[in-house]
């Protein structure tokens, strides 16, 4: 079956530690979004990647990283510099020709932080 | 101001009511528009897109109006089972803006 995984669904962070939340898609699909939910709140989108090779900030950016070798994965790691990374990270992908970008999403990573 | 803005909540309505949220959106070029329902920390569901000329599924309509930067959602006969976050989304030339989302509790 087609679909995104999020892996861990748990992580927890030390103090100055990095981390690195995997997503990976075999939707073929070509644009991934990393989005931050902070209880209570809406999704906010770290970074997004419309093609392989290329990604955009999003409004809150600092303190984070991604990369996308390859069009099914988009990994995000949360750097020492993001002080307050305890959050639900949620990710997602969509083909903007197909699907009326409808946005297809992983189950979520809970970060905490020790 | 908020690239995208949605009403504050929580709504708490009694079964059968109709609801009605808002949501409105900064930039004038924004391409396309969603409505998507979360529970409870789980992953958000697209639960319809917003065509410029309107378009309902079910108990659901929504609205889109360019000239004003909103779009809404209209819910008629509310079941418990209505009960989630509803979030808008804003499509600005690739990048998906959510709002912050509404709460809606529906009561026996």
């Known amino acids: 079956d087609g679909g995104i995984t999020q892996s861990p669904k748990y992580l927890f962070r030390k103090e100055g530690q990095n981390v690195t939340l995997s997503c990976e898609q075999n939707l073929n699909h070509d644009a991934m979004y990393w989005y931050r939910q902070d209880p209570g709140q809406g999704l906010r989108l770290i970074y997004y990647?419309?093609?392989?090779?290329?990604?955009q900030k999003g409004d809150i950016a600092e303190g984070y990283s991604v990369s996308r070798e390859k069009k099914e994965s988009f990994p995000l790691t949360v750097t020492s510099a993001q002080k307050n990374p305890t959050a639900f990270y949620l990710c997602?992908?969509?083909?903007?020709?197909?699907?009326?970008?409808?946005?297809?999403f992983g189950s979520g990573t809970q970060l905490s932080v020790l | 101001r908020k690239e995208v803005e949605q009403d504050p909540g929580p709504f708490n309505v009694p079964e059968g009511a109709t609801v009605a949220f808002n949501c409105t959106y900064s930039n004038s070029a924004s391409q396309s528009f969603f409505w998507y329902r979360q529970d409870c920390r789980k992953e958000p569901k697209l639960l319809m897109s917003v065509y410029s000329s309107g378009n309902e599924d079910g108990r659901f309509t929504a609205q889109l109006n360019r000239a004003s930067q909103y779009i809404s959602l209209l819910i008629r006969d509310s079941k418990l089972s209505d009960s989630a976050t509803y979030l808008c989304v804003v499509n600005q030339g690739g990048k998906l803006i959510f709002g912050q989302g509404t709460e809606l509790s529906v009561k026996p």
């Open positions: 997602a992908s969509t083909n903007p020709a197909f699907d009326n970008e409808k946005l297809f």
């Open positions: 990647s419309q093609i392989v090779n290329d990604f």
